[in-house]
């Protein structure tokens, strides 16, 4: 496992650094102008100017590697001397947003806690529910329980997240104003009273991505159940008298979990795209909505550091999905 897990760091560099220059690639040849909000009374060489100060009149193969080298070396440097009070990145061009002005990844860190509250919490959610619900819909198969959990999984699954997001403001935070439509990304929770505003705000976008996951993986999840009820060995475990919640939750759902391992893991990050739709709906202050003023504005240091960040993340779950096929399956070894 231990050579398994370095081989695939190894492969997971270049991996990456090509996916940087597709999506560096990508962005170069899009249209639009960093300079095109400009007012047309500024002179040309004022604009010209501007556009240098950008680092726009770099050939684009230089200012790649320019980015590479900010964010693999000057980038992790800064932060290092941010925890330890060093000087190592002294004097260091950190990645600069054309929007902002102000380091990209400070601009990113502020967004991150918002995306991860609402984000987060809606994934867990959606796993929690979706595993036991995936579990009681195959051993109750063709019952009223797996019938109205399917009937749930196909409305939660073949809706879009915009489409329900939509419809819960106008039935919980207009008409019955239960929950606030408009998710105030300002509140700081202090008390019990700030605490109870954070969980009501919560609670719409929230349910919008827990309803969207929660059907995708609880259909992964029965359907994994059932494969592995009718196997071989589920009957002779019965055989041998062995209780029937034993045999379920012991033997037949470590095995059925293999495969929902990569639905969960692989989901996990692209979730956060998910939310970039969830979050202009409930105009939450997150990732995803900075991501979009990112391609309104033309700002390709945003735009190339975001879309990187979740290409990172996605080979990081699936590297984290084949190590745990082993730790849940011995019989699968990568050495």
């Given at each position: 496992?231990?050579?398994f897990?370095?081989?695939?760091?190894?492969?997971?560099?270049p991996?990456?650094?090509?996916?940087?220059?597709?999506?560096?690639?990508?962005l170069?040849?899009?249209?639009?102008?960093?300079?095109?909000?400009?007012?047309?009374?500024?002179p040309?060489?004022?604009?010209?100017?501007m556009?240098?100060?950008?680092?726009l009149g770099?050939?684009?193969?230089?200012?790649?590697?320019?980015?590479?080298?900010q964010?693999?070396?000057v980038e992790p440097?800064?932060?290092?001397?941010?925890?330890?009070?060093?000087?190592?990145?002294d004097?260091?061009?950190?990645?600069?947003?054309?929007?902002s002005?102000?380091p990209?990844?400070?601009v990113?860190?502020?967004?991150?806690?918002?995306?991860?509250?609402?984000?987060?919490?809606?994934?867990?959610?959606?796993?929690m529910?979706a595993?036991?619900?995936?579990?009681?819909?195959?051993?109750?198969?063709?019952?009223w329980?797996?019938?109205?959990g399917?009937f749930?999984?196909m409305i939660?699954f073949s809706m879009?997240?915009?489409?329900?997001?939509?419809v819960?403001?106008?039935?919980f935070g207009v008409?019955?104003?239960?929950?606030?439509s408009?998710?105030?990304?300002?509140?700081?929770?202090?008390?019990?009273?700030?605490?109870?505003?954070?969980?009501r705000?919560?609670?719409?976008p929230?349910?919008?991505?827990?309803l969207y996951?929660?059907?995708?993986?609880s259909?992964f999840?029965?359907a994994?159940?059932?494969d592995n009820l009718g196997?071989?060995?589920?009957?002779?475990?019965?055989?041998?008298?062995?209780?029937?919640?034993?045999v379920?939750?012991?033997?037949?759902?470590r095995?059925?979990?293999?495969?929902v391992v990569?639905?969960?893991?692989l989901?996990?990050?692209?979730?956060?795209?998910?939310?970039?739709?969830?979050?202009?709906?409930?105009?939450?202050?997150?990732?995803?909505?900075l991501?979009?003023?990112a391609?309104?504005?033309?700002?390709?240091?945003m735009?190339l550091?975001?879309?990187f960040i979740?290409?990172?993340?996605?080979?990081?779950?699936?590297?984290?999905?084949?190590?745990?096929?082993g730790?849940?399956?011995?019989?699968?070894?990568y050495?």
């Open positions: 496992m231990l050579t897990t370095i081989r695939r760091l190894l492969l997971a560099i991996t990456l650094i090509f996916i940087s220059l597709v999506i560096f690639l990508l170069e040849a899009s249209p639009g102008d960093p300079l095109g909000d400009v007012p047309l009374t500024v040309p060489e004022v604009k010209e100017k556009r240098e100060a950008l680092g770099q050939a684009w193969y230089i200012r790649y590697v320019l980015w590479l080298k964010f693999f070396w440097l800064y932060w290092f001397d941010q925890a330890f009070g060093t000087g190592f990145s004097g260091m061009q950190r990645i600069i947003s054309f929007q002005r102000s990209v990844f400070d990113i860190a502020q967004r991150v806690p918002q995306t991860l509250i609402v984000v987060g919490m809606s994934y867990l959610v959606g796993v529910i595993i036991p619900i995936g579990i009681l819909s195959a051993y109750k198969q063709y019952s329980f797996d019938q109205l399917t749930v999984s939660g879009p997240t915009f489409f329900t997001g939509v819960l403001i106008i039935i008409k019955l104003q239960w929950f606030p408009v998710y105030d990304t300002t509140l700081e929770v202090r008390d019990w009273d700030s605490f109870l505003a954070q969980v705000q919560m609670v719409m929230v349910a919008v991505l827990a996951n929660a059907a995708q993986i259909r999840m029965r994994s159940m059932l196997q071989d060995y589920v009957r002779t475990a019965r055989a041998k008298g062995l209780g029937e919640r034993t379920v939750l012991k033997h037949v759902l095995n059925s979990l293999i495969p990569t639905v969960i893991a989901g996990l990050p692209t979730v956060f795209g998910g939310a970039i739709i969830t979050e202009q709906v409930f105009k939450v202050n997150g990732l995803g909505q991501l979009i003023s391609i309104h504005a033309n700002d390709i240091p735009v550091t975001l879309t979740f290409a990172i993340l996605i080979v990081t779950f699936t590297l984290i999905a084949d190590i745990l096929y730790v849940l399956d011995p019989r699968i070894r050495d």
